[in-house]
Structures are given as structure tokens and as C-alpha cells.
């Protein structure tokens, strides 16, 4: 892949990164730390669902930004779309209806074309946790990331990271990845993309919908992030099967703030949101690995483990991984640095990759 990147935009990435990730020196914990004075402040943060593995990073926040100041500084979650619908939280904090929200950049991939990077199928290194979790703060650190998401009025505060997708389904499983072709699959962002080479047909389904979607055979098999989501949803309540190794990518869903709230936060609570980054994810993470020994324990009793054969898996990797990545960079050529961005991903993950899995 040829290396576009200029120097001058690397060193502004660079400068952003330092800025952004300022919270992921973690703090002292919260019974041992400082408090921190201010004024009474009072932010609402738009999700959907109920509290899950997902939320829990957001849900340590709440918690400490609360402890640490004293009940001054509230940032309250409101679950099940009860501020907006889950596709429109972002015009909810680009009209300012609220101060935080979630979302899902594949669900409205026009609004954020920059973070869609983060979406393609099959990038490398991004099984670990640690990896995503630097790659996706640097996308958020270049400039025409937050150039598209300030258009919204919105600042990007962190990743929401969400693990590697796996697919499960109803009817006849699947053995290789020939016999996904025909199959209606929910599959997002560059996921749907590869779902399409190989054959299959993909749809969006919002994550809310996917259980009566599954149900009533809407779709024959849903992809979602393992293992966590399929519990989290039901799906594994009427599922007969699951796939084990596919590792088809992610979903980039960052948390951001409206820019006009965020500004009008005292630097002491803003040093407190940052500071709170690294806990957040590592809570977060505690929460999905608490919630894999769960399932695959019980899951194998219930219905059919699917371990597609890796000949099959390379051949998948080939005709829906870097070509598409190549068509991505060639439909936003000219409108976002979509080749830069792309190097940049690629080459933080190779960097993380050695860092966190020597």
C-alpha cells in the first residue's frame, strides 16, 4: 500500500494524539485521588438498549465524574432511546438537544465519512482490544475526523470499542463460507461490504430491532460483536448456531460531546473526562470477558458451534479484505484524505501490534 501521509499532517495527528489520549495515563483510583471542586453542572448522555457489557465504561464514568466532584458535575445515562433514536443521536447533539451521546458510524455513514475507515472488513490487528483502542483514537486525532464531526457539533471524547463480529443464525449452518451466499445477514459498514463479495445479501438493522428480526425471519443470521451483543439482545434465545472464527471486523461507535457544552465545561472537569478514559475501556473490557466465560459456557448446550475451515476463512480475507479497503479510498478520493487515513491505520495498528502482543 503505497504511504501518502505527509509530514505536517503526521505531526499535527501526532500533537492531537498527545492531547486526546492525555487520559489514558490512568489515575490514582477514585477512593484515593483528589476531589475535584467546581461548579453544578448537570450533562445527559443519549444511548440505547439497556445497560449491557457495551455501557459499561460509560457507566464508570457516570459514576466517578459524580464521586470525585461531589455530586457538582452529573453526567446521567439515559438508556432506551429515551432522548433520541439511536440513528439520530448525532442531530440530537448537533441542535444541542443534549450534551453526550453514542453512535454508530455505519449507521449513517454520509455523516461521518472520515471514522468510516474504522469500519472496513479485516483490518489487521484489530482482535485486541489495547490495538483498537489506539488506532481508533488516532483516527479520532486527525484533522479531518474532527473537521466532519465538528459540522454536527460534535466532539469525539472516545471509542465505545466494540469487539471482533461473529455471525448466528437459524436454518441450515453454514460449513464454509460458500454457504453464506443467498443468506440475508445483518452486516454494517465494511462488514456489509464483504457480505456482498462473498454472495450474501446484507441489510442494516439497528441493533434494537435485531432480535425480531431474527425471529420472524427477516434475516437468516445476524452479525454482531462477540460474544456480548448476542446476549445482550436475546439472540441467543432463538439462534441455533454460531460462528467461532470469522473475526469479519467491527463497528466504530464513538461517544462525543456538543461542542458548545464542552467548551462551557471548567478545564478541572474536562482534565476529569480525560482522566477517566483508561478506566473506562479497562472497565469496559473486564465487562466483555466476564460476559464471553458466560456464554461460551453455556452456549454449546444450546446450540451448534461453527468453526469455518481456515482455507476457506484465507480465501474470504482475500476477496473481501484489502480490495475493498482499495474501492473505499477510490469512492471518497477527493472529498476526505481517505488513502491517508487508511495508512494511518494501518500503520498505528502494526506499531500497537508489537506493543501489546509481543
Known amino acids: 500500500m503505497k504511504k501518502t501521509t505527509c509530514f505536517a499532517t503526521a505531526t499535527v495527528v501526532a500533537s492531537a494524539v498527545a492531547f486526546i489520549l492525555g487520559g489514558l495515563s490512568a ?43 461531589g455530586g457538582n458535575f452529573q453526567l446521567r445515562l439515559y438508556y432506551g432511546g429515551q432522548l433520541s433514536k439511536n440513528k439520530e443521536n448525532l442531530d440530537g447533539i448537533s441542535v444541542g438537544a ?18 468510516n475507515v474504522l469500519d472496513l472488513p479485516f483490518l489487521p490487528g484489530m482482535e485486541n482490544y489495547n490495538v483498537m483502542r489506539e488506532v481508533a483514537f488516532t483516527v479520532y486525532a486527525h484533522p479531518a475526523a474532527k473537521k466532519a464531526l465538528a459540522k454536527w457539533n460534535a466532539v469525539l471524547y472516545m471509542p465505545n470499542i466494540l469487539p471482533q463480529y461473529e455471525y448466528m443464525g437459524r436454518g441450515k449452518p ?47 443470521a445476524i452479525g454482531f460483536p462477540f460474544t456480548y451483543a448476542f446476549s445482550a439482545y436475546k439472540v441467543d434465545e432463538v439462534a441455533e448456531w454460531y460462528t467461532t472464527n470469522m473475526a469479519l471486523g467491527t463497528v466504530n461507535c464513538p461517544i462525543v460531546f456538543n461542542i458548545k457544552a464542552w467548551e462551557k465545561l471548567p478545564k478541572q472537569y474536562k482534565k476529569l ?52 479497503w482499495k474501492q473505499w479510498v477510490e469512492e471518497n478520493k477527493g472529498e476526505i484524505p481517505a488513502q491517508e487515513l487508511l495508512d494511518l491505520v494501518l500503520s498505528t495498528s502494526a506499531k500497537a501490534t508489537k506493543k501489546y502482543m509481543k
Open 27 to 69: 489515575p490514582a483510583p477514585a477512593d484515593a485521588a483528589e476531589m475535584v471542586q467546581g461548579p453544578k453542572v448537570k450533562w445527559r448522555l443519549s444511548l440505547w438498549g439497556k445497560r449491557r457489557a457495551f455501557t459499561e465504561g460509560l457507566e464508570l464514568v457516570s459514576a466517578e465524574v459524580k464521586k470525585r466532584t
Open 273 to 324: 473526562l480525560n482522566d477517566l478514559k483508561l478506566p473506562a475501556s479497562k472497565a469496559q473490557q473486564a465487562a466483555y470477558t466476564k460476559m464471553d466465560k458466560k456464554n461460551l459456557a453455556e452456549w454449546p448446550k444450546k446450540m451448534k458451534a461453527i468453526k469455518i475451515d481456515e482455507a476457506s476463512m484465507a480465501e474470504f480475507r482475500k476477496v473481501g479484505g484489502e480490495p475493498l
Open 98 to 115: 443534549f450534551e453526550a451521546a453514542l453512535f454508530c458510524a455505519a449507521y449513517h455513514p454520509q455523516k461521518n465519512k472520515p471514522l
Open 174 to 220: 453454514p460449513k464454509t463460507v460458500a454457504d453464506f451466499k443467498g443468506m440475508r445477514l445483518r452486516a454494517l459498514g465494511g462488514m456489509g461490504r464483504s457480505a456482498k463479495a462473498i454472495g450474501a445479501v446484507p441489510t442494516t438493522v439497528p441493533a434494537p430491532e435485531v432480535y425480531n428480526s431474527i425471529a420472524r425471519g427477516t434475516v437468516d
